[in-house]
């Protein structure tokens, strides 16, 4: 996809509060720290877009990026390790429920998982969630890189098995330019 704008617009702390303009919406979502920003980024052809942290929990909020005046991709806060307060994290919890429980627009979830490790709890539990709520996402393997040919597909076989998934899993590396073109392929062909 070419990508001719690509934009800010704006961050919610729940989605309550929801006032921009009704266009389809693609939420990325994983645990912390898993790469989601430098995706986007990557998606995006941008290199700071979307701010990126070495500090598990950076994003926060309901984060809005207008694409080609056309569709959002939406940022939501990580889940799992982030180093905030048990009450914070719930909140976060009960925004991306409430968001992905009623938005209208949301047309597909990217989960990402961090291809090099066992799907945690959370991811489970994430994955879980979206099954049994029959949400429509695709499954990530971020951080392709890190692993040689051979030992993604034993990884992605792993992590398929322990998800108990039964779609592919795509592969994406944004250091080695990797799943670019495929991730677009699925923004194509969401309902």
């Known amino acids: ?100 429980r009623t938005s209208k627009e949301l047309k597909l979830i990217f989960l990402l998982l961090d291809l090099r490790h066992e799907p945690s709890k959370e991811d489970q539990a994430f994955h879980a969630y979206l099954c049994e709520r029959n949400l429509p996402f695709v499954l990530v393997a971020n951080k392709a890189d890190k692993l040689n040919k051979s030992r993604r597909q034993k990884q992605v076989a792993r992590l398929k098995k322990v998800l108990g998934a039964q779609q592919p899993i795509l592969l994406h590396s944004t250091l080695a330019k990797l799943g670019r073109e495929e991730l677009w392929a699925q923004f194509k062909s969401s309902p």
């Not at 934009?7 to 912390?32: H, M, N, W």
């Not at 995006?44 to 701010?51: A, E, G, H, M």
């Not at 914070?88 to 009960?94: D, P």
């Open 1 to 100: 996809m070419k990508i001719l704008t690509a934009e800010y617009v704006k961050s919610f702390v729940s989605y309550e509060g929801y006032d921009l303009p009704l266009l389809p919406q693609f939420a990325f979502i994983g645990r912390s720290n898993v790469g989601k920003s430098s995706l986007i980024n990557h998606l995006l052809l941008r290199k700071k877009l979307v701010k990126t942290s070495s500090t598990p929990g950076k994003t926060q909020a309901l984060n809005f990026f207008l694409i080609n005046r056309s569709f959002y991709i939406v940022d939501l806060p990580g889940y799992g390790f982030a180093k905030a307060p048990q009450g914070e994290r719930e909140k976060w919890k009960y925004m991306i429920d409430f968001y992905l």
